[in-house]
Every structure is written in structure tokens, then in C-alpha cells.
């Protein structure tokens, strides 16, 4: 594996009191002992005033040395703390490039932590999740994928998988009286009982796709019902034009709000009518339908008491609370003007996502390349029950899902499929 000595900037960028600088490489020692003016001891944090090559002070720092193997990389690994200014950064950064190091590619660290058995690619996936997290339940999730939760559950998966094909190989070469009793039923329910954990782990996909990605929220209804005045009200902002007239409303109009931790993806439509104004208000109302086929919640809104039964999916708002009665039975009973009811309509769309992903995190957390690997698993599964007394077949079969979980985690892969995992990750990771 190619150890230059790397550097990049691991916290964010802008105007900061304090900025994080990583480097890593195969021994650096001499240049923590440089940086300190002595010997550095790993683990220890030293305040210093690191200077460039002529001595002249470039900051007052923390340096602090990890020697390999007990780092992130699992090579050595210094780490600079340095004053969040965009001038003293890109000074170190001079300096260390005058020293031989070079810029990290983006995930290159984590790229390491990977080869030096720090991390699996399971792991990686994780951190990219947490990199990305916007509120605590993807939060939650990620930290659990990035510490190795998913990866135990692969891991088990996959060994179980390599003893049965080993076993189903066996029965081949052996007498049936050196063998477990029954061992052909018993191999048929063990690999049965991986295929329903497994399909069970897909079944669960849009569920994490909600929590990772967010749950899609979409406002429907006739023109002026007061869509845009109940998107406005949810969120706590007036990013929706709101009026009199009908059809106001062209686009989709989105916003991201936290409900109860879950990122929802709010999203404003126009309103749903036969005979549109205009060919622009036409392709509104293309686009509402277009969104509505892909949101996990629909609020219906109407601006009277309708007598309605809502789709799986839909909760129903009678609007204008302030001008009508109660709302039938069912529906949640809003006024976009006065506020009231608010609070019980975002407390509805929250017991709703809680259905859609209440007891998804007993699952591995699926992205599209787990999702596919773990799908052909379930497939070659699939086949191997189907082979009856053929065991060199069945072998293969999940011989081959064993490969699919290997890919997942790792420790089968191409370099394309390892470029699209560390590529998600930023510099300094």
C-alpha cells in the first residue's frame, strides 16, 4: 500500500477558533519531534510554536502523535490544533508540503483505516452516514453502522454461510456416517433461516432509506384550501406565496424541518384540479402527482369537512379551523392563519414515521451498494433451497452469498466498487 505522508484539513472550513490538521504517513516521529522541539511521547498533547523551515512562528498549537499501530489509519498519525484561520491553515499547509507531504485525496484516511483492518467498508458507509447526519435519529443509526454494528451482523452472516457451503461440499466426499445427523435438513434450515433474516433486512430498506435520506412529506389538494399558508405554518418560515387566487402555487416548493429527529422533506404542491388555467399550471400539477407517487406521507388538505377515507399513507387536514367546525372523524382540524392545531398535525406526521421505522434499527442500515450486494445475496440463497439433493449446486449457491456479504464488508471487492465508498467521505477522512 502507497504510505506518502498525507495531510488535509479534518475540520470544517471558515472562520474558527480552532482548526484540526491530520497527517499520516509511515513514521512520523521525526517530524512530531520536530514540530515540539523534542521527543514526542504518542498520545500526549504538547503546546508549541510550530515554525516553518526558516524558524520564523507560524501558530501556537496542540500537537499531539499517535504511533502505529494505535491510530485511525492504523499508521502513524499526527494531528495539529492549530487557530481556525483560512491564512495560518494554508501556512501549515505550505510548510508540510515543503516537507514532502501531500494533499489527501478525499477518504484517503479512511481509505488506510480500511487496508490496515481498522474499518470495514460496513464502517465506512457508517462514517459517511454521520458525516452527512442532520438530526438524531440519523445520527443515532450511522454511529451504530460506523462502530461496527452492521459489520457484526455481515460478518455472522457470512460465516454461517461459509460453514454451510463447506458442509454441503462435504456430504459429497464423506460417508453419511461421519457426518451430523441429518445434515441435509439441517443445512436446508440454516440457510432458510439466513434467507428470511436477510429479505427481512430488505423488506426494512425504505424504512432506513427514510431515516438516512428523510421522509417525504407532501401537501396535496384542490386549489386554495390553504396549502401554502399550512406549508408556511409548519415550518415557521413564509417560503410559500400565498393567495387569493387559484392556482398560485406552480412548482413544488420544498423545505427540510426536524420532526421528533426524523429530516422531513416537506414539500408544497400545486393544487389538483381538472381544468388548469394554463399549460404552466398544467405542469404543476404533472409535478404534484409526480411527488405524490414517491412521498411516504400525503396530507390531504381540505378547507371544509370532507367525507373522505384517506389512502394508507395520507393524513387528512381540514384547514381554516377558525371558519368551521369540528373536523369528521380521523382528520386533524388545522387553521394555517391562527396556528391552532399545529401542533397536533406535526405530532400525527411524527406517530406515522415512527410506523414506517419503528424496529428498522434491529436491521443493518441499507444504502443502494448494500442494498444490491444483499439483494444477490438473498438470490443465490433463494437457489440453493431450491436444489434439492444436488449439494456441489447448493454449495455454490452460498458459496456465492458468502461472496456477496464479503463484498459488503470488504474483504472481497473490486477497486471500482472501493473508489464509490471512500469517494463519499471529505479530506481528512
Given amino acids: ?53 526558516s524558524g520564523d512562528v507560524i501558530d501556537q498549537c496542540l500537537v499531539i502523535y499517535f504511533a502505529a499501530p494505535n491510530s485511525f489509519t492504523g499508521t502513524d498519525v499526527i494531528e495539529i490544533q492549530c487557530h481556525g484561520a483560512d491564512a495560518v491553515i494554508q501556512k501549515i499547509f505550505a510548510h508540510l508540503s515543503s516537507a514532502g507531504a501531500r494533499m489527501a485525496m478525499p477518504g484517503e484516511f479512511s481509505r488506510r483505516a480500511f487496508m490496515g483492518g481498522k474499518m470495514d467498508l460496513s464502517d465506512v458507509d457508517g462514517l459517511a452516514a454521520l458525516l452527512d447526519a442532520r438530526t438524531e435519529m440519523q445520527r443515532r443509526w450511522a454511529l451504530r453502522s460506523m462502530t461496527g454494528g452492521d459489520g457484526r451482523i455481515y460478518d455472522t452472516w457470512r460465516r454461517d454461510m461459509i460453514e454451510i457451503s463447506a458442509y454441503a461440499a462435504a456430504i459429497l466426499d464423506y460417508d453419511a456416517d461421519d457426518l451430523p445427523a441429518d445434515i441435509g435438513g439441517v443445512l436446508r434450515a440454516r440457510t432458510s433461516k439466513l434467507y428470511d433474516e436477510i429479505t427481512r433486512a430488505l423488506s426494512r430498506a425504505a424504512a432506513a432509506r427514510a431515516v438516512r435520506s428523510g421522509v417525504n412529506v407532501v401537501l396535496a389538494g384542490t386549489p386554495n384550501v390553504g396549502k401554502s399558508s399550512l406549508f408556511n405554518a409548519i415550518i415557521g418560515a413564509n417560503r410559500a406565496i400565498v393567495s387569493d387566487i387559484p392556482g398560485t402555487t406552480r412548482d413544488v416548493v420544498s423545505a427540510d424541518v426536524d420532526i421528533d429527529g426524523y429530516l422531513v422533506h416537506l414539500m408544497d404542491t400545486a393544487g389538483l384540479r381538472d381544468a388548469a388555467a394554463d399549460e404552466i399550471e398544467q405542469q404543476g400539477i404533472m409535478r404534484t402527482r409526480d411527488v405524490m407517487t414517491d412521498a411516504d406521507i400525503i396530507l390531504r388538505v381540505f378547507d371544509a369537512p370532507a367525507d373522505i377515507t384517506p389512502a394508507q399513507n395520507e393524513i387528512v387536514v381540514i384547514n381554516k379551523s377558525d371558519l368551521h367546525g369540528a373536523a369528521p372523524r380521523g382528520a386533524i382540524c388545522v387553521s394555517a392563519k391562527t396556528g391552532d392545531g399545529i401542533d397536533a398535525l406535526t405530532a400525527q406526521i411524527a406517530r406515522r414515521m415512527h410506523a414506517i421505522t419503528d424496529g428498522a434499527d434491529a436491521d443493518v442500515v441499507l444504502n443502494a451498494r448494500t442494498k444490491t450486494l444483499l439483494a444477490d445475496a438473498a438470490e443465490n440463497l433463494s437457489a440453493a433451497l431450491t436444489t434439492g439433493d444436488n449439494w456441489d449446486i447448493f454449495a455454490e449457491y452460498t458459496r456465492r452469498a458468502a461472496d456477496d456479504i464479503g463484498r459488503i464488508l470488504g474483504t472481497i471487492t473490486a477497486t471500482d466498487v472501493m473508489d464509490a465508498t471512500f469517494g463519499q467521505l471529505c479530506l481528512g477522512k
Fill in 1 to 53: 500500500m502507497n504510505n506518502d505522508t498525507i495531510f488535509a484539513l479534518s475540520s470544517g472550513r471558515g472562520k474558527a477558533g480552532v482548526a484540526v490538521i491530520r497527517i499520516s504517513g509511515d513514521d512520523l516521529s521525526g517530524m512530531a519531534a520536530q514540530f515540539i522541539g523534542r521527543d514526542a511521547t504518542p498520545r500526549r498533547a504538547y503546546f508549541t510554536n510550530l515554525k516553518d523551515a
